[in-house]
């Protein structure tokens, strides 16, 4: 976005699509009150600070476009930390519509995606960590991952990474001075705390990873695939697993044709469980387009639950279905209608393959999925200490730890841990925003809703 346009006045409806009891219009820029006057008829003086007047919204003929409460917040002490108004009308489309044109008649412009966070971001007002902690908590599929987005918005990830950043500066500090010094004799390593400095760096990075890898599952979840040979009761469990009839079962080989999906949630995980055709040989014209949807899914899998009859185990039938299966990703052998069986429900590692038996039909066995599912997301407990991280922020962790341990590598030689040390605290600020190019936030920013 030009620099131009980050100082010009926006405007937007920040209330979702449709009708509603109350609906709210949004206006961010410089001196606003001349605007709050002519769309009330009020004079200046009569609009206080943070404080709601009720009032008549009107059209540039003096006409009444809608009746409803009208909130001015002053600079810098706003959202986006320049004046901000906000228009409380009822909640109609059109009449939505109507007061937004009228912000844009009296000298707004329309809001681009994220704009309203973007001025708050650049204005010092949030964080880019934080920022994002908005549209996650807006887009939270559960309790659990909204607590972690409130953590993040808090300020709480970007607390740890400061801390963290802190650290290394304090740390490149005692480094280059050392190096300046190199004719006092001392061992920098014997006699200074650098090792401990960077040790404890090391593991509150791994702590910190382990908290933002915990936040990533609860924000992407898992896709998960139930595959195997007609029959073995896939769509069984899926039924299972979603707690109510949502594919159809038959004792007719083929039944499932295209791929049926439900998300479920496991201790606040999205895991997004996907029933496919069964895997066999066919001259089905239909049927053959599902099963080859069926390896598409699989590919793109997070974890292959392969279903097997737990009467006849892997059979050459299963073992040809294996043979295909990509390679990297994580399968669980589900020996299912353990009930037939005369089977109890139980996990086993049989050639270092995770077996899972239960009954999909008695529900036998359940937890057990249930428990490898948060194993195979790497999942520790209840998420009460998870931040609420993105795809961005897992790698600029990782990088970092990359960088501390080629610096811990390269002790011996100072200055090349030096650097090391810096290109750590450069990732790290990536974070939360203190080295972002413009176009990273164009993507960042331009993904959230329009209004916020």
């Known amino acids: 976005m030009p620099a131009s346009k980050r100082t010009d006045t926006i405007a937007a409806i920040a209330t979702p699509p449709g009708r509603g009891g109350i609906g709210v219009v949004r206006v961010s820029g410089r001196d606003l009150l001349p605007m709050a006057s002519q769309l009330t008829g009020k004079p200046v003086e009569r609009i206080a600070p943070r404080r709601a007047l009720l009032a008549d919204f009107l059209a540039a003929d003096g006409g009444l476009l809608d009746q409803g409460l009208l909130i001015y917040f002053p600079a810098p002490h706003s959202f986006t930390g320049e004046d901000v108004l906000e228009l409380h009308g009822h909640g109609g489309p059109v009449v939505m ?26 204005n010092d007002k949030i964080d880019l960590a934080q920022a994002e902690g908005i549209a996650d908590l807006i887009d939270a599929a559960s309790s659990q991952a909204a607590r972690a987005a409130v953590r993040s918005l808090s300020g709480e990830f970007s607390h ?39 040790e404890k760096l090391r593991a509150d990075l791994a702590h910190l990873r382990t908290r933002a890898r915990e936040g990533s599952v ?53 895991v997004s469980i996907i029933d496919t055709a069964g895997l066999r040989e066919t001259e089905d014209a239909v049927e053959k387009i599902g099963i080859e949807r069926t390896w598409q899914e699989i590919a793109r899998a997070d974890a292959i639950l392969q279903i097997v009859d737990a009467r006849s185990g892997i059979t050459p039938a299963d073992q040809a279905i294996i043979a295909r299966l990509p390679a990297g990703i994580e399968r669980i052998v589900i020996e299912n209608k353990c009930d037939l069986a005369q089977r109890p429900p139980e996990r086993e590692v049989v050639k270092g393959i995770v077996h899972i038996v239960l009954s999909a039909k008695q529900g036998a066995g359940i937890e057990l999925l249930h428990e490898e599912l948060l194993r195979i997301a790497g999942w520790r407990g209840h998420g009460e200490d998870a931040l609420l991280a993105r795809a961005r922020h897992l790698e600029a962790l990782a990088e970092a730890e990359e960088r501390l341990t080629a610096a811990h590598e390269h002790l011996r030689q100072l200055e090349l841990a030096a650097e090391e040390l810096r290109l750590a605290q450069q990732a790290l600020s990536s974070i939360t925003g203190e080295f972002t190019a413009d176009d990273l936030l164009g993507v960042i920013f331009g993904r959230f809703c329009i209004g916020k």
């Open 97 to 122: 519509h109507t007061l937004l044109s009228r912000c844009v008649e009296l000298g707004a412009r329309r809001a681009l995606p994220g704009e309203f966070s973007l001025r708050a971001y650049l």
């Open 160 to 198: 740890a990474v400061r801390a963290l950043t802190d650290g290394l500066i304090e740390l490149r500090c005692l480094i280059e001075a050392t190096l300046d010094f190199p004719d006092e004799e001392i061992d920098p390593l014997s006699d200074t705390d650098i090792v401990p400095r960077l």
């Open 218 to 270: 609860l924000r992407s979840g898992l896709t998960v695939v139930l595959a195997g040979l007609p029959n073995v009761g896939k769509s069984s469990l899926l039924n299972r697993l979603a707690g109510e009839e949502r594919a159809i079962v038959t004792d007719i080989a083929g039944t499932t044709r295209d791929a049926v999906r439900e998300t479920i949630l496991v201790e606040g995980i999205p």
